[in-house]
């Protein structure tokens, strides 16, 4: 049986090379790069929806503070809801496949309501309602 020198068994069981020290150190820094691209990508939907949340609020705010169907006259209105302005326009609703011979007793009026933050996104509702014809 030969035996190996002490000295030369130390020399190639001890330890990682310098290339592998480097490969491990790429892998782990490429790990954690995709999980801080992962968590930022989070954060900005967590944001966006949050902002499109309060949008949402707001909206649902200004149509419960309009005025009552006699009340709410065709034109417009505006204002500011906390950090957000809106407007809400009152026009007459154009139908296309209507007999404007025939006369009746309600007529459609289409309300468009807008709500504008202070980072620009915004949001546009439109509805229709039908008022008796001379309330309006």
Known sequence: M?????ADRRSTSAGFTLIEALV????????????GALVASTVRGTRSLEQHLALI?????IVTGLPNRRELALGNLAGVYGDHNWRV???????????????????????????????GSSIKINTVRLVR???G
């Open 2 to 6: 030969s035996r190996v020198p002490t």
């Open 24 to 35: 491990a150190l790429a892998f782990l820094a490429t790990t954690l790069a995709s999980v």
């Open 57 to 61: 609020e707001s909206a649902r705010a």
């Open 89 to 119: 326009d009152v026009v007459p609703f154009i139908e296309r496949a209507a007999d404007p011979s025939r006369s009746r007793r309600w007529v459609p009026q289409e309300i468009v309501i807008q709500v504008r933050s202070p980072s």
């Open 133 to 135: 014809r001379g309330e």
